[in-house]
């Protein structure tokens, strides 16, 4: 007789361990209460609605890339599609703020960055690196 192994889930079947914000766990949370979903319901709503927009490649999805790219005045779109470009780039720039080193970027060029520290205070770094306080006297 030979013992039998559980069965593994296959990748296709296997949940992925992935990582949010604490800003967007906490709001999927919050709507996800409104909508009598759990957290991780409302994020996997999200992102369906994400993907068929992303899949959709109608003239007006054409045309929001268009307005994204500057191809197109983004005063032509119509309602719809201002929605979806109002989204895709507040989407853009909260991804790009995240990716973007503005102390470093300053130094690169030879000029000062003023930014918020962890204290909440601003400073001015400059492109030898040190900082010093803002409106300090």
Known sequence: MTATSP?????????????????LFEAAQ??????NRSARQQLEHWAS?????????SASRSRVEAALAGKLAVEALNTEESI??????AADIATSI???DLAAAH????????????NGDLVQQSPDGSTTPVGAP
Do not use: H, N
């Open 98 to 100: 995240t990716q973007t």
């Open 107 to 118: 130094a690169s060029r030879g000029t000062a960055a003023v930014y918020m520290d962890e």
């Open 30 to 35: 919050a709507v996800g209460e409104i909508e």
């Open 7 to 23: 069965r593994r889930a296959s990748k296709k079947d296997a949940d992925r361990a992935t990582r949010f914000s604490a800003e």
């Open 84 to 89: 979806a470009f109002d989204a895709e780039l």
């Open 49 to 57: 609605i994400g993907r068929a927009l992303t899949q959709y490649t």
